[in-house]
């Protein structure tokens, strides 16, 4: 769903050797920018390497723009909030489903605050060669580009006569893709997983790229999937309001 995602030289070089979201300060990502902690969570995930499985939460700083999130993997969640690790532990959440559980989602919002829905994490791998989708113009009014605009930067769309994608800078800096058809009538003829296939080609060869689905959206996730996203966690955006 993004379009850029950089981390600046050594980024996560502070961590030990055998942790699973270090990157080493060669990666091909570290090249400018200070990019959030949670973003070496995404790339470590998508080499298959995860936080322990200890039931624990970890409390980063807030997102950019006034966002916020809860991202559970297996058996640990990673939070972050503007507010202090103490209050964020306040309501204990745990990294077994508890950090996605709506009243501690309410206690990270604030009474008022955003909070968005529940979507599986999925990552792919870019595909590169020649792109096989070409750019749109004049689509800032789409419900789908619209929503892209409010949450991510950097956003570019992208699609033919069977839909368009967006492809952004989202959550904590990470590539993300959206999908939306133009008709979803029988199934979308399998539109959705040429769309995804064709989207992919948009990304140089090897970059891991994301999707944040819906899980009750089964033909959405069903397209992903049949594309080689893989699931990772889950998550949710927030915009907290508070005094």
């Known amino acids: 769903m993004t379009l850029s995602t950089h981390l600046a030289p050594g980024a996560g070089a502070d961590l030990p050797d055998n942790d699973p979201c270090r990157i080493p300060s060669t990666d091909r990502w570290a090249t400018v920018g200070a990019p959030h902690p949670l973003l070496a969570y995404f790339l470590a995930a998508a080499d298959g390497r995860f936080p322990p499985v200890d039931g624990k939460v970890t409390v980063l700083p807030p997102l950019a723009g006034g966002l916020e999130c809860s991202v559970a993997f297996t058996g640990h969640a990673v939070v972050a909030t503007a507010l202090s690790e103490r209050a964020a532990h306040a309501r204990e959440p745990d990294g077994f489903g508890g950090s996605l559980a709506p009243d501690f989602l309410r206690h990270l919002a604030g009474p008022k605050g955003w909070i968005d829905v529940v979507d599986v ?123």
């Open 121 to 243: 994490t999925l990552t792919a791998r870019g595909t590169g060669g020649p792109p096989r989708l070409a750019s749109v113009a004049g689509a800032d009014d789409h419900p789908r580009v619209r929503h892209a605009r409010d949450v991510r930067t950097h956003v570019e769309v992208h699609g033919d006569e069977r839909g368009l994608i967006t492809l952004a800078d989202g959550l904590a800096g990470r590539r993300e893709l959206s999908v939306e058809l133009h008709d979803v009538q029988d199934g979308g003829r399998g539109h959705g997983r040429s769309l995804i296939a064709d989207a992919l080609s948009l990304v140089p060869e090897g970059e891991p790229v994301f999707a944040a689905v819906s899980p009750g959206n089964a033909r959405s996730l069903r397209a992903f999937l049949a594309c080689g996203f893989t699931p990772i966690g889950s998550e949710v955006l927030l915009r907290p309001e508070r005094k």
